[in-house]
């Protein structure tokens, strides 16, 4: 207790992080601490640090619930830094594909390691990592590096085995390393001399704080960003001035989320009873504690609220949201059985699967058993001139619809939906080529996340309409739910990646033009719910911030790249925005 009653300087470093849900749910637990905090005593002054994006002031103050003063200026020395964009050449005209992400990084990253400089290389999953790491590895013999200083990073490795890498690139020992955004931030790695990203990022902020891991205070460093052929990639690296000349995305929370206050509330009754009006960050709490005392789980007894189930309530709030699961990979070669690494259900079914083989700090593991009910993973190691990739198949399925209300054009909707996802084919691709050498089967289980959904049901002679028009349904669709995916979130203060959109020109549930915006974590947080009440507004900004785009036919920012969702998409998307204006205003 003399921790609460001494506490002077709470410091919250990478503050950025803490947005949407995750920043809605460590915003309540600083208020936890600053109530217990209060209750000793003390009051302690916050310190917060963050990368660059556009308001951490903002987001600061909405974090800690306090005032907050921002200082933006950085007057920490640094050395030159140069920023290459790189676009692989193109190796076949007559289809224009490029050659590929993997091959050109490769190519880049071994140039530098001949010059001896420290190096962190991005690449977009855990099996390029693997990947790269291979390359690397044995490229790194040819010039001399030991193959134990080139080492991959990633989640799926054990705590040691990643501390043992963060030590040994504070120290110089580990020259090269391959890691997935795991890297990005938080872990103290030091800086480095290149850093090689293997790949877009997916939004400026990150790229910037994976660029971030490259510099120190002298030394000159570099920073390539080599483009994949997708979309998103070939944008940016054919318009660097978005990049550059961009102030990087808006982070915001809801610390007053209903779902999420809920839970906390419980939390903070366990710590300490509450008083009858006392303050819980700006909110009225009262009638949430009768509430709670209704159901069961706080008991009145005078001017307090105590807690009085027999639980620990903490046990059941996961600020991220994660499935606590994991599939353990045991080598059972080694006698007694050695446990390599874990990895989550998700993943596993698609690299850890009867016959894949499994590469761990590019030692290559043959899978023997995928025992799915003790989830376990059993593999031996093998030296094979393959690795294996397995494809995943997706479908959204509507439970329950209700609250069902006629819109102006076409109608909403809110329900329950089931998004259905199974493993059934891997491929075998050969190492270095990339070619494609065999194939086979997977049997798993489906696996089922249920969570809120909002949509957006058209009637179907739209499809006429537009076409009428000049325009295309199906790239409409997917442009108006591209830009959806980046508005509706500011409405409702949560994360772009808390929120999905997604169009289907025929929904098999509506069987009519349908656009969903669902909550991403099981069971919903309130998102989906919100955006059902607010949706004329959402749409009248989703229509504001098109016509203000200064893009000419799609661009990240609003309906998406042309190449993505087709040539007339931001004229469609507009057409459609406009329908639903005319229909809300009685037209
Ligand atoms: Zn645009």
């Known amino acids: 207790m003399k921790l609460f009653e001494n506490l002077k300087f709470v410091v919250v470093d990478e503050v950025h992080q803490y947005r949407g849900v995750f920043g809605s749910h460590v915003a309540n637990v600083l208020r936890r601490l ?44 640094r050395g030159q830094k140069h920023f290459i964009f790189y676009n692989p050449p193109v190796v076949n005209q007559e289809l224009g594909i490029r050659q590929s992400v993997l091959k050109s990084t490769r190519r880049i990253a071994e140039r530098f390691m001949s010059s001896g400089a420290q190096m962190i290389v991005f690449a977009r999953s855990r099996m390029r990592v693997e990947l790269l790491l291979t390359y690397l590895e044995k490229a790194g013999r040819r010039v001399g590096i030991k193959s134990g200083d080139v080492r991959g990073y990633r989640g799926g490795y054990l705590p040691g085995e990643r501390r043992a890498i963060e030590q040994g690139l504070r120290d110089g020992s580990v020259t090269t390393v391959v890691s997935t955004n795991a890297l990005e931030l938080g872990i103290d790695i030091g800086r480095l001399d290149v850093c090689i990203m293997a790949g877009y990022a997916g939004t400026v902020a990150s790229t910037w704080q994976q660029a971030g891991r490259a ?10 960003l080599v483009a994949s052929s997708s979309p998103a990639d070939q944008y940016i690296i054919n318009h660097p001035d978005y990049f550059f000349g961009r102030s990087p995305e808006h982070a915001t929370l809801d610390a007053d989320n209903l779902v999420i206050l809920l839970s906390h509330l419980k939390c903070a009754a366990f710590e300490l009873p509450f008083l009858a009006g006392e303050q819980y960050g700006e909110q009225e709490i009262t009638e949430i504690l009768d509430y709670l005392v209704d159901q069961g789980v706080l008991h009145r007894s005078g001017e307090r609220y105590h807690w009085m189930a027999d639980t620990y309530p903490a046990e059941d709030v996961s600020l991220r949201s994660a499935a606590p699961d994991n599939v353990v990979i045991i080598d ?9 690494g874990e990895m989550d259900l998700f993943s596993a079914q698609e690299m850890l699967h ?16 995928l025992d799915w009910e003790r989830r376990e993973a059993h593999v031996m190691p093998v030296t094979v001139e393959y690795y294996t990739d397995a494809q995943r198949k997706s479908e959204l399925k509507t439970l329950t619809a209700e609250e069902r209300r006629p819109y102006g054009y076409g109608e909403l909707a809110l329900g329950e939906i089931g998004l259905v996802s199974k493993v059934t084919v891997f491929k075998k691709i050969k190492l270095g080529t990339h070619e494609n050498v065999g194939a086979g089967r997977v049997h798993l289980p489906e696996i089922e996340m249920h969570t809120v959904s909002f949509w957006w049901e058209l009637p179907t002679d739209v499809i006429d309409e537009m076409v009428a028009a000049g325009l295309d349904l199906g790239d409409g669709l997917q442009g108006l739910a591209h830009l959806l995916g980046r508005v509706a979130p500011v409405f409702v203060m949560a994360d772009p990646s808390d929120l999905r959109a997604t169009a289907m020109v025929r ?49 990240p920012s609003c309906v998406g790249p042309a190449v993505e969702s087709g040539g007339t998409a931001r004229q469609a998307a507009a057409w459609l925005l406009n329908r639903a204006g005319m229909a809300a205003a009685g037209a």
């Open 34 to 77: 600053r109530r217990v905090a209060r209750f000793y005593g003390s009051d302690p002054l916050f310190i917060c640090c963050s990368a660059t994006i556009a308001n951490p002031g903002e987001l600061a103050s909405r974090l800690t619930g306090l005032p907050m003063a921002e200082i933006a200026r950085n007057g920490a020395p």
């Open 215 to 224: 510099g120190r205070r002298q030394n000159l460093s570099a920073v390539v």
């Open 332 to 340: 059972h070669k080694t006698p007694g059985g050695r446990v390599i």
């Open 354 to 369: 009867d016959d894949a083989v499994y590469l761990h700090g590019a030692q290559q593991y043959h899978v023997d058993k």
């Open 507 to 555: 929904s098999p549930f509506t069987d009519r033009p349908t656009l969903y915006i669902y909550d991403a974590f099981p069971g919903g947080v309130g998102y989906a719910r919100r955006i059902h009440q607010q949706f004329d507004e959402i749409c009248a900004s989703a229509r504001e911030h098109l016509d203000g785009c200064p893009c000419d036919k799609g661009c």
